[in-house]
């Protein structure tokens, strides 16, 4: 027998990248689309992860070319940057799209 409502369009799921979607990573990205850039010190503030977290979780951004990091000294202390790319803000836009897609498929 055929149901009366389709259900909800998965197929957006088969657009969700991987990159973006782990929950550490898509905190770093969401709050880094709202400004130009963020130090180190500012993002383990606002997502509570730990500098070794921290770390691991920029360099696969890094990796993807969705963030670069800027490393300098301020006086004798290491200071770093972390800047969302063109392509990251893409990236995250994407995401962003499909997981509307997906929640504005769903009833109710």
């Known amino acids: 027998m055929g149901s ?3 259900g909800p369009d ?3 799921l088969t657009d969700i990248d991987e990159v973006v ?3 550490a990573r898509l905190a770093l990205l969401t709050y ?3 400004v130009e ?3 180190y010190v500012f993002l383990i503030r606002l997502t509570g992860l730990s500098w070794g977290n921290l770390a691991t979780h920029l360099a696969k951004l890094e990796k993807a070319n969705y963030v670069t990091v800027t490393k300098e000294f301020r006086g004798k202390k290491p200071h770093s940057t972390v800047k969302l790319t063109a392509r990251g803000r893409a990236a995250f836009s994407d995401y962003k799209a499909s997981l509307q897609r997906l929640l504005g498929s769903l009833p109710g």
Do not use: R
């Open 21 to 23: 979607h782990a929950p």
């Open 37 to 39: 850039s963020a130090d």
């Open 32 to 34: 880094l689309y709202v």
């Open 4 to 6: 009366e409502h389709a």
């Open 10 to 12: 998965l197929s957006a």
